[in-house]
C-alpha cells in the first residue's frame, strides 16, 4: 500500500505540474513530454479495485431544479403565499415523517404508496404521504380547534412516476386548510374562492372546478344498492372516470370488484351526469335519491355552495360533477377538483395532459380518529398541485425562449481604469449596507467589456462605474445595461438612484 500511496503522490504532482505548464502557455513540445510521463505514472498505478464505479442520478420519481427552473418556482410560491395570506391563514410546519400508525388507514386504497422507513430499533415510522393527515394529528395533539393554515412542503408517493406530466414520487404541495365550527359552506365557499384566485393569477390557461359531495356519492351508491362494504372500493373505481371510459370502469367494479351488473349500471345512470345549481335542483326532486337522508343533506349543502359562488363571482367556474369522487377515505362532504380545460398551446407549444392542478374537500372525522376522546374538529381544505402547474410554465417558457432572471441583483459594481478594487470593495459595500443588491466581479483588474458583457448575460439592469475622473468629482457613473445611457450621480443620492431605477420588478412568467 505503502508503494500505491508513493504513485498517487507522484501522479498528483505530476498533474499538477502538467496543468503549470498549461497556464504558463508552454511550449507544445514541453507539454506534451510532461503529459507523456503522467500517462506512464498512471500506467504503473493500474486500475483502483477498491474504487466502485457508481451512476450519478437522482433516484426514480426525483428531480433537481436548475437556478432557472428554482426562479420560476419562487415565482410560482409567491402567487400562492400571497393569496393565502390575503385570506387571513396562518402557516406551520410539520415533521417530513410520522409514526407509521398515524398514516395507516387513513388513505383506502393508495396507502399502498405510503414510503416506510426501515425499522432503526425504535419507533415505526412512515414519509409523510400529504400535508393533511399530519395537519389533523397536530390539531388533536394541540387540542387546537380553530385555525386557518397554509403549509407549503415535500410529500412522498412510491407511485410509477410520470414525470413529463409533473407527477413525482418526491413533490410539493400547497395547502391551505380551515379548522373549526363554522356555519355550513362559508369556509367551503372561500377554499373554492383561493383555489380560483391563485389559477386565474398563475395564467396557465382555462380550468375547470368540479364539485361534488361524499353523502351523496354514498347515497347514490345505496339506493343504487350497493353493500356498505364496497362503498370505498366503488368510490375508488368511479374516481378513474375522469380517465378512463364507463365500460372500463363498470367492467372493473363487475370484474373485479364483485358489484353485480345491474347495480353498476344503476351507478352509470347517475355519475355520469353534470351541470350547474339546475342538476342539484333537478337531483333533489329524484324519487329516489331524495328519500336517500345523507344524499339529501348533501344536496341541499350544494345548493347553498352555489349561492356563495354565484357572491363570490366564480360560480361560472364550478361544475357539479357526479363522477367527482377523490379517492382518500377521511373525505366526508364537500369535494373539489381543478382540471385544466385546454392545456396550452401557444404556437408550437406540444399539449400538456398535467390533469388535475389543484383539489380538496371537507373532512370532518379526520382530527376525531387521532383524539383520545373521539372530539371532532370539522375541517375543509384545498392543496394546489403545484409540480404540474411548474411543468406548464417551465415548456411555456421554453417554447417562447424567454429569458428568465436567476438572481435579483440591481447594479454591478464596475471599474473602468485598473488598480480601483479598493474603490469597488468600498462602493458595494456602502450599497449592501443601504440594502440594495449588488455584485462585483471578482477579478483586481476586469475589463470594462467583461463587466458589461455580464450584466447582459445575468441580467443585471445597472451598472455603477467607478473611474479616476468620476472620483475626483465625488460622482459615480450609473449606466442602464438596456438603453446605455450613462449619468453622473453624486455618490450620496447613489442609492436613491437605483431604487428609483429598480422600482419596477421584472416578472419571470
Known amino acids: 500500500m505503502a508503494d500505491r500511496a508513493t504513485l498517487e503522490d507522484l501522479v498528483r504532482l505530476q498533474g499538477e505540474r502538467v496543468r503549470a505548464l498549461k497556464q504558463q502557455k508552454a511550449s507544445a513540445e514541453q507539454i506534451e513530454e510532461e503529459v507523456a510521463k503522467l500517462l506512464k505514472l498512471k500506467a504503473q498505478l493500474g486500475p483502483d479495485e477498491g474504487k466502485q464505479k457508481f451512476v450519478l442520478k437522482t433516484p426514480k420519481g426525483t428531480r433537481d431544479y436548475s437556478p432557472r427552473q428554482m426562479a420560476v418556482r419562487e415565482k410560482v410560491f409567491d402567487v400562492i403565499i400571497s393569496c393565502f395570506k390575503r385570506h387571513g391563514a396562518e402557516v406551520i410546519d410539520t415533521p417530513v415523517f410520522e409514526l407509521k400508525e398515524t398514516l395507516t388507514g387513513k388513505y383506502g386504497e393508495d396507502s399502498k404508496l405510503i414510503y416506510d422507513l426501515k425499522d432503526q430499533g425504535g419507533e415505526l415510522l412512515s414519509l409523510r404521504y400529504d400535508l393533511t393527515v399530519p395537519f389533523a394529528r397536530y390539531l388533536a395533539m394541540n387540542k387546537l380547534t380553530n385555525i386557518k393554515r397554509y403549509h407549503i412542503a415535500k410529500v412522498y408517493r412510491r407511485d410509477n412516476p410520470a414525470m413529463t406530466r409533473g407527477r413525482y414520487r418526491e413533490f410539493y404541495q400547497c395547502d391551505f386548510d380551515i379548522a373549526g365550527q363554522f356555519d355550513p359552506m362559508i369556509p367551503d365557499a372561500e377554499c373554492l374562492k383561493i383555489m380560483c384566485e391563485i389559477l386565474s393569477s398563475l395564467q396557465i390557461g382555462d380550468f375547470l372546478v368540479k ?124 369535494i373539489f377538483e381543478a382540471v385544466l380545460l385546454q392545456p396550452p398551446a401557444q404556437a408550437g407549444e406540444e399539449p400538456l395532459g398535467v390533469g388535475s392542478v389543484a383539489a380538496g374537500g371537507r373532512y370532518d372525522g379526520l382530527v376525531g380518529m387521532f383524539d383520545p376522546k373521539g372530539r371532532k374538529v370539522p375541517c375543509v381544505g384545498l392543496s394546489i398541485g403545484v409540480e404540474r402547474i411548474f411543468s406548464i410554465v417551465e415548456q411555456r417558457l421554453e417554447v417562447l425562449e424567454e429569458k428568465v432572471r436567476t438572481t435579483e441583483t440591481q447594479v454591478l459594481v464596475a471599474s473602468a481604469q485598473k488598480k480601483l478594487l479598493e474603490e469597488r470593495l468600498k462602493l458595494i459595500s456602502e450599497l449592501w449596507d443601504a440594502g440594495i443588491k449588488a455584485e462585483l466581479l471578482y477579478k483586481k483588474n476586469p475589463k470594462l467589456l467583461n463587466q458589461l458583457q455580464y450584466c447582459e448575460e445575468a441580467g443585471i439592469p445597472l451598472v455603477a462605474i467607478i473611474g479616476e475622473q468620476e472620483l475626483k468629482d465625488g460622482v459615480i457613473k450609473l449606466r442602464s445595461v438596456a438603453s446605455r445611457e450613462e449619468v453622473d450621480v453624486r455618490r450620496e443620492d447613489l442609492v436613491e438612484e437605483i431604487r428609483r431605477k429598480t422600482s419596477q420588478p421584472l416578472c419571470i412568467c
Open 211 to 334: 364539485v361534488n359531495d361524499r353523502r351523496i356519492l354514498d347515497g347514490t351508491f345505496a339506493i343504487c344498492g350497493v353493500p356498505d362494504s364496497k362503498f370505498r372500493t366503488i368510490c375508488s373505481s368511479v374516481d378513474k372516470l375522469d380517465k378512463v371510459s364507463w365500460e372500463e370502469v363498470k367492467s372493473e367494479m363487475v370484474g373485479e370488484k364483485g358489484l353485480a351488473p345491474e347495480v353498476a349500471d344503476r351507478i352509470g345512470d347517475y355519475v355520469q351526469q353534470h351541470g350547474g345549481v339546475s342538476l342539484v335542483e333537478q337531483l333533489l326532486q329524484d324519487p329516489k335519491l331524495s328519500q336517500n337522508k345523507q344524499a339529501l343533506e348533501g344536496l341541499g349543502d350544494l345548493k347553498l355552495l352555489f349561492e356563495y359562488l354565484t357572491l363570490f363571482g366564480i360560480a361560472d367556474k364550478i361544475s357539479f360533477d357526479l363522477s367527482l369522487a377523490r379517492g382518500l377515505d377521511y373525505y366526508t362532504g364537500v
